[in-house]
Protein backbone atom coordinates (compact mmCIF):
# COMPACT_ATOMS: atom_id res chain seq x y z
CA UNK A 1 0.00 0.00 0.00
CA UNK A 2 2.35 2.57 1.16
CA UNK A 3 4.63 1.49 -2.25
CA UNK A 4 1.58 2.43 -4.26
CA UNK A 5 1.30 5.70 -2.66
CA UNK A 6 4.82 6.65 -4.64
CA UNK A 7 4.32 4.35 -7.96
CA UNK A 8 0.96 6.52 -8.08
CA UNK A 9 -0.88 3.89 -9.60
CA UNK A 10 -4.24 5.56 -9.31
CA UNK A 11 -3.09 8.43 -11.84
CA UNK A 12 -5.25 11.68 -13.10
CA UNK A 13 -4.81 11.88 -16.99
CA UNK A 14 -5.70 15.32 -17.27
CA UNK A 15 -2.79 16.05 -14.37
CA UNK A 16 0.64 16.10 -15.66
CA UNK A 17 4.17 16.75 -13.33
CA UNK A 18 6.68 17.51 -15.82
CA UNK A 19 10.33 17.00 -14.30
CA UNK A 20 13.39 18.52 -16.50
CA UNK A 21 16.05 15.96 -17.20
CA UNK A 22 18.07 19.40 -18.26
CA UNK A 23 17.53 20.85 -14.92
CA UNK A 24 17.89 18.13 -12.95
CA UNK A 25 21.47 17.07 -14.69
CA UNK A 26 22.48 20.97 -13.95
CA UNK A 27 21.42 20.97 -10.43
CA UNK A 28 23.54 17.77 -9.43
CA UNK A 29 26.36 19.30 -12.02
CA UNK A 30 26.09 22.25 -9.63
CA UNK A 31 26.76 20.65 -6.13
CA UNK A 32 29.77 18.42 -7.91
CA UNK A 33 31.15 21.76 -9.17
CA UNK A 34 31.13 23.23 -5.70
CA UNK A 35 32.06 20.59 -3.88
CA UNK A 36 34.79 19.05 -6.63
CA UNK A 37 36.35 16.81 -3.42
CA UNK A 38 32.89 15.48 -1.86
CA UNK A 39 30.71 12.47 -2.48
CA UNK A 40 27.18 13.51 -2.84
CA UNK A 41 23.74 12.02 -0.88
CA UNK A 42 21.21 13.16 -2.91
CA UNK A 43 17.76 13.48 -0.47
CA UNK A 44 14.80 11.34 -1.95
CA UNK A 45 12.54 11.03 1.14
CA UNK A 46 8.92 12.34 0.79
CA UNK A 47 9.05 10.78 -3.13
CA UNK A 48 11.89 13.29 -3.49
CA UNK A 49 9.81 15.95 -2.20
CA UNK A 50 7.00 15.65 -4.27
CA UNK A 51 8.79 15.12 -7.94
CA UNK A 52 8.72 11.52 -8.04
CA UNK A 53 11.59 9.21 -6.52
CA UNK A 54 11.61 7.29 -9.66
CA UNK A 55 11.59 9.31 -11.99
CA UNK A 56 14.52 11.36 -10.05
CA UNK A 57 16.68 8.18 -9.62
CA UNK A 58 16.72 6.98 -13.33
CA UNK A 59 17.99 10.39 -14.46
CA UNK A 60 20.83 10.90 -11.45
CA UNK A 61 21.87 7.73 -10.57
CA UNK A 62 25.10 7.50 -12.09
CA UNK A 63 26.12 10.86 -10.82
CA UNK A 64 25.93 10.31 -6.82
CA UNK A 65 27.43 7.94 -4.15
CA UNK A 66 24.11 8.26 -1.61
CA UNK A 67 20.51 8.13 -1.66
CA UNK A 68 18.65 9.49 1.72
CA UNK A 69 15.45 8.62 3.56
CA UNK A 70 13.77 8.97 5.82
CA UNK A 71 11.77 5.48 6.90
CA UNK A 72 12.49 1.69 6.27
CA UNK A 73 9.45 1.98 3.67
CA UNK A 74 10.57 4.86 1.73
CA UNK A 75 14.62 2.81 1.75
CA UNK A 76 12.59 -0.64 0.97
CA UNK A 77 11.28 0.98 -2.09
CA UNK A 78 14.73 3.10 -3.46
CA UNK A 79 16.55 -0.64 -3.08
CA UNK A 80 14.63 -2.11 -6.03
CA UNK A 81 15.68 0.91 -8.05
CA UNK A 82 19.42 1.57 -7.39
CA UNK A 83 22.07 -0.27 -6.12
CA UNK A 84 23.71 2.57 -4.56
CA UNK A 85 24.40 3.53 -0.82
CA UNK A 86 20.88 4.32 0.51
CA UNK A 87 20.79 6.57 4.29
CA UNK A 88 18.41 6.20 6.50
CA UNK A 89 18.20 9.51 8.06
CA UNK A 90 15.09 8.98 10.41
CA UNK A 91 13.99 7.42 13.40
CA UNK A 92 15.78 4.12 13.88
CA UNK A 93 13.58 0.99 12.96
CA UNK A 94 13.69 -2.60 11.51
CA UNK A 95 17.36 -3.08 12.11
CA UNK A 96 17.25 -6.53 10.70
CA UNK A 97 15.67 -5.72 7.93
CA UNK A 98 17.86 -2.70 6.80
CA UNK A 99 20.60 -5.33 7.26
CA UNK A 100 19.50 -7.43 4.66
CA UNK A 101 18.77 -4.64 1.79
CA UNK A 102 21.84 -3.05 3.16
CA UNK A 103 20.70 0.07 4.28
CA UNK A 104 22.85 2.29 6.64
CA UNK A 105 20.66 3.27 9.40
CA UNK A 106 21.35 6.25 11.91
CA UNK A 107 22.08 6.03 15.53
CA UNK A 108 20.14 9.20 17.30
CA UNK A 109 20.37 7.96 21.20
CA UNK A 110 21.87 5.48 23.55
CA UNK A 111 19.04 3.42 23.36
CA UNK A 112 19.53 3.28 19.72
CA UNK A 113 22.85 2.21 20.01
CA UNK A 114 21.61 -0.59 22.32
CA UNK A 115 18.70 -1.65 19.63
CA UNK A 116 21.64 -2.24 17.12
CA UNK A 117 23.82 -3.83 19.02
CA UNK A 118 20.98 -6.48 20.23
CA UNK A 119 19.60 -7.42 16.56
CA UNK A 120 22.82 -8.36 16.42
CA UNK A 121 23.01 -8.05 12.44
CA UNK A 122 25.46 -7.31 10.15
CA UNK A 123 25.04 -3.82 9.69
CA UNK A 124 26.43 0.14 8.68
CA UNK A 125 25.61 3.09 10.98
CA UNK A 126 26.16 6.62 10.56
CA UNK A 127 25.51 8.37 14.11
CA UNK A 128 23.50 11.80 14.00
CA UNK A 129 25.32 14.51 16.12
CA UNK A 130 22.83 17.31 17.58
CA UNK A 131 24.87 20.47 16.75
CA UNK A 132 22.39 22.54 18.16
CA UNK A 133 19.07 21.91 15.95
CA UNK A 134 17.82 20.50 18.92
CA UNK A 135 15.94 17.36 16.33
CA UNK A 136 17.73 14.22 16.58
CA UNK A 137 21.24 13.39 17.48
CA UNK A 138 23.93 12.80 20.04
CA UNK A 139 24.73 16.09 22.01
CA UNK A 140 27.73 15.54 23.68
CA UNK A 141 31.34 14.06 23.44
CA UNK A 142 31.10 11.55 26.50
CA UNK A 143 27.57 10.50 24.89
CA UNK A 144 29.40 9.84 21.50
CA UNK A 145 32.17 7.96 23.37
CA UNK A 146 29.75 5.92 25.25
CA UNK A 147 27.66 4.97 21.93
CA UNK A 148 30.59 4.26 20.41
CA UNK A 149 31.59 1.68 23.39
CA UNK A 150 27.85 0.43 22.83
CA UNK A 151 28.58 -0.08 18.95
CA UNK A 152 31.72 -1.68 19.26
CA UNK A 153 30.96 -4.79 17.62
CA UNK A 154 32.39 -7.08 14.85
CA UNK A 155 29.16 -7.00 12.85
CA UNK A 156 28.75 -3.37 13.15
CA UNK A 157 30.57 -0.73 11.04
CA UNK A 158 30.24 3.02 11.87
CA UNK A 159 31.29 4.87 8.41
CA UNK A 160 29.83 7.90 9.42
CA UNK A 161 29.33 11.19 11.25
CA UNK A 162 26.49 13.69 10.52
CA UNK A 163 24.83 16.59 11.79
CA UNK A 164 21.75 19.22 10.28
CA UNK A 165 21.70 22.58 9.93
CA UNK A 166 19.05 24.47 11.16
CA UNK A 167 20.01 28.03 9.25
CA UNK A 168 21.81 29.11 6.24
CA UNK A 169 23.27 32.12 8.72
CA UNK A 170 25.69 32.97 10.87
CA UNK A 171 24.22 30.20 13.25
CA UNK A 172 26.24 27.06 10.87
CA UNK A 173 29.58 28.74 12.39
CA UNK A 174 28.24 27.96 16.02
CA UNK A 175 26.75 24.38 14.88
CA UNK A 176 30.01 23.44 13.15
CA UNK A 177 32.18 23.96 15.52
CA UNK A 178 30.17 22.07 17.94
CA UNK A 179 30.08 19.18 15.63
CA UNK A 180 34.04 19.71 15.02
CA UNK A 181 34.29 19.52 19.02
CA UNK A 182 31.90 16.37 19.64
CA UNK A 183 33.63 14.42 16.60
CA UNK A 184 37.01 15.45 16.94
CA UNK A 185 39.48 12.12 16.93
CA UNK A 186 37.45 10.32 14.40
CA UNK A 187 37.93 8.77 11.54
CA UNK A 188 34.92 8.38 9.12
CA UNK A 189 33.09 9.63 6.64
CA UNK A 190 31.75 13.26 7.94
CA UNK A 191 29.06 15.33 5.80
CA UNK A 192 26.75 18.06 7.21
CA UNK A 193 26.60 20.79 4.56
CA UNK A 194 23.38 20.77 2.19
CA UNK A 195 23.20 22.76 -1.45
CA UNK A 196 22.75 26.36 0.03
CA UNK A 197 25.56 25.72 3.21
CA UNK A 198 27.79 24.45 0.19
CA UNK A 199 27.21 27.60 -1.29
CA UNK A 200 27.66 30.34 1.63
CA UNK A 201 29.76 28.64 3.47
CA UNK A 202 31.31 25.69 2.41
CA UNK A 203 32.89 23.09 4.45
CA UNK A 204 34.69 21.09 2.22
CA UNK A 205 33.51 17.53 4.34
CA UNK A 206 33.77 14.29 2.61
CA UNK A 207 30.20 14.48 1.39
CA UNK A 208 27.24 16.99 0.98
CA UNK A 209 24.04 16.19 1.23
CA UNK A 210 21.55 17.79 -0.92
CA UNK A 211 17.88 17.83 -0.71
CA UNK A 212 15.07 20.22 -1.40
CA UNK A 213 17.34 22.89 -3.67
CA UNK A 214 18.24 19.55 -5.69
CA UNK A 215 14.52 20.05 -6.74
CA UNK A 216 13.40 23.67 -6.92
CA UNK A 217 15.52 26.28 -6.40
CA UNK A 218 16.25 29.08 -8.43
CA UNK A 219 19.44 30.58 -7.79
CA UNK A 220 23.34 29.95 -7.03
CA UNK A 221 23.31 27.88 -10.41
CA UNK A 222 20.10 25.86 -9.30
CA UNK A 223 16.78 25.92 -11.74
CA UNK A 224 13.28 24.26 -11.04
CA UNK A 225 13.15 20.83 -12.29
CA UNK A 226 9.08 20.80 -11.70
CA UNK A 227 6.21 21.84 -13.50
CA UNK A 228 1.91 21.05 -12.72
CA UNK A 229 -0.34 21.18 -15.64
CA UNK A 230 -3.37 20.42 -15.93
CA UNK A 231 -6.87 21.20 -18.07
CA UNK A 232 -9.82 23.54 -18.29
CA UNK A 233 -12.25 20.88 -18.37
CA UNK A 234 -15.27 22.89 -17.84
CA UNK A 235 -16.22 26.63 -18.51
CA UNK A 236 -19.21 27.60 -16.40
CA UNK A 237 -21.45 30.92 -17.06
CA UNK A 238 -22.24 32.21 -13.61
CA UNK A 239 -24.90 35.14 -12.94
CA UNK A 240 -24.95 37.53 -10.28
CA UNK A 241 -26.03 36.15 -7.02
CA UNK A 242 -24.81 32.56 -8.10
CA UNK A 243 -23.20 29.98 -5.49
CA UNK A 244 -19.51 28.80 -7.26
CA UNK A 245 -18.50 25.71 -5.02
CA UNK A 246 -19.34 24.38 -1.33
CA UNK A 247 -20.69 26.29 1.72
CA UNK A 248 -21.16 29.64 0.30
CA UNK A 249 -17.45 30.25 0.54
CA UNK A 250 -18.25 32.71 -3.05
CA UNK A 251 -21.36 34.23 -4.25
CA UNK A 252 -21.03 35.96 -7.77
CA UNK A 253 -21.60 39.77 -7.31
CA UNK A 254 -21.66 40.04 -10.69
CA UNK A 255 -21.76 38.26 -14.48
CA UNK A 256 -18.63 35.66 -14.52
CA UNK A 257 -17.23 32.78 -16.76
CA UNK A 258 -15.53 30.37 -14.02
CA UNK A 259 -13.35 27.71 -15.65
CA UNK A 260 -12.70 24.21 -13.67
CA UNK A 261 -9.40 22.42 -13.33
CA UNK A 262 -9.23 18.92 -11.83
CA UNK A 263 -6.56 19.19 -9.18
CA UNK A 264 -7.99 19.75 -5.36
CA UNK A 265 -7.63 19.72 -2.02
CA UNK A 266 -6.55 16.05 -2.23
CA UNK A 267 -4.24 16.49 -5.07
CA UNK A 268 -2.28 19.01 -2.34
CA UNK A 269 -4.25 22.03 -3.65
CA UNK A 270 -4.50 23.37 -0.10
CA UNK A 271 -8.09 25.10 0.62
CA UNK A 272 -5.90 28.13 2.08
CA UNK A 273 -5.85 29.18 -1.97
CA UNK A 274 -8.88 30.64 -2.26
CA UNK A 275 -8.93 34.11 -2.79
CA UNK A 276 -5.62 33.62 -4.39
CA UNK A 277 -4.18 34.18 -7.81
CA UNK A 278 -3.30 32.09 -10.90
CA UNK A 279 -1.69 33.70 -13.53
CA UNK A 280 -3.17 32.16 -16.75
CA UNK A 281 -2.22 34.06 -20.57
CA UNK A 282 -0.93 37.21 -18.54
CA UNK A 283 -4.19 37.92 -16.55
CA UNK A 284 -4.64 36.85 -12.60
CA UNK A 285 -7.26 34.79 -11.95
CA UNK A 286 -8.88 34.57 -8.64
CA UNK A 287 -8.83 31.07 -6.91
CA UNK A 288 -12.85 31.22 -6.08
CA UNK A 289 -13.39 28.10 -4.78
CA UNK A 290 -11.76 24.37 -4.10
CA UNK A 291 -13.12 21.02 -3.71
CA UNK A 292 -11.44 17.70 -3.20
CA UNK A 293 -11.29 16.98 -6.95
CA UNK A 294 -11.25 20.31 -8.94
CA UNK A 295 -11.37 24.22 -8.15
CA UNK A 296 -12.49 26.87 -9.90
CA UNK A 297 -11.00 30.06 -11.38
CA UNK A 298 -12.39 33.41 -12.51
CA UNK A 299 -11.86 33.68 -16.03
CA UNK A 300 -14.02 36.76 -17.02
CA UNK A 301 -11.62 38.51 -18.53
CA UNK A 302 -9.75 35.68 -20.43
CA UNK A 303 -10.20 34.37 -23.82
CA UNK A 304 -10.13 30.73 -22.64
CA UNK A 305 -11.51 27.29 -24.16
CA UNK A 306 -12.26 23.75 -22.79
CA UNK A 307 -9.56 21.25 -22.89
CA UNK A 308 -6.66 24.00 -23.01
CA UNK A 309 -3.73 23.82 -20.29
CA UNK A 310 -3.22 25.61 -17.91
CA UNK A 311 -0.11 25.08 -15.72
CA UNK A 312 -0.75 25.22 -11.70
CA UNK A 313 3.34 25.51 -10.73
CA UNK A 314 5.89 27.02 -13.06
CA UNK A 315 8.19 29.72 -13.11
CA UNK A 316 4.67 32.42 -13.09
CA UNK A 317 2.65 30.42 -10.47
CA UNK A 318 5.95 29.12 -8.21
CA UNK A 319 6.08 26.98 -4.87
CA UNK A 320 7.40 30.55 -3.13
CA UNK A 321 3.84 32.36 -4.37
CA UNK A 322 2.05 29.18 -2.94
CA UNK A 323 4.06 29.65 0.31
CA UNK A 324 3.12 32.98 0.49
CA UNK A 325 -0.20 32.77 0.39
CA UNK A 326 -0.54 29.88 3.35
CA UNK A 327 1.98 31.61 5.51
CA UNK A 328 4.08 28.54 5.05
CA UNK A 329 7.48 27.39 3.79
CA UNK A 330 7.79 25.52 -0.09
CA UNK A 331 8.73 22.64 1.29
CA UNK A 332 5.26 22.49 2.57
CA UNK A 333 4.01 23.27 -0.52
CA UNK A 334 5.53 20.93 -2.49
CA UNK A 335 5.42 17.78 -0.28
CA UNK A 336 1.59 18.65 -0.45
CA UNK A 337 1.51 18.28 -3.88
CA UNK A 338 2.87 14.57 -3.99
CA UNK A 339 -0.43 13.79 -3.25
CA UNK A 340 -1.32 14.68 -6.70
CA UNK A 341 -2.80 12.30 -8.71
CA UNK A 342 -1.16 12.87 -12.23
CA UNK A 343 1.12 11.49 -14.59
CA UNK A 344 4.74 11.55 -14.17
CA UNK A 345 6.56 12.73 -17.14
CA UNK A 346 10.60 13.46 -17.54
CA UNK A 347 10.74 15.93 -20.21
CA UNK A 348 14.55 16.21 -22.11
Same mark, same amino acid.
Given at each position: ?9 ? @?? %??? $? ?12 ? $???? +? ?30 ? %?? &????? #? ?7 ? @???? =? ?15 ? =? ?29 ? *???? =? ?17 ? +?? @? &? ?16 ? $? ?37 ? #? ?15 ? #? ?16 ? /? ?17 ? %? ?33 ? =? ?9 ? *?????? /? ?17 ? /? ?6
Amino acid at each position: MYANFFLFIY @TN %MLN $QILISKANLINNIE $QINR +NNPKSKVCVMVKTNAYGVGMREVVSVIDDYVE %MY &GVACY #QEAKLLRQM @TKKN =ILLVGALERVKDCSKLN =IIVSCHTINDAKIIREANAKICVHIKINSGM *NRYG =IKTKRELSNVLKILKSNNI +NV @T &GMYTHFATIDDFVDEQMS $QFKRITSGKKVLFHADNSMVSELKNHALDMVRIGFNMYN #QDKFGYKPVVKIKSKIV #QINSVKKGELIGYDRRFV /ASKKMKVAIIPIGYADGFD %MRYIGGSILFKSVQCKILNICMDCFMLDVTDVNVN =IDEDIYILDRN *NTLYKY /AQMLNTTEYEVMTKFNQMR /AERIIED
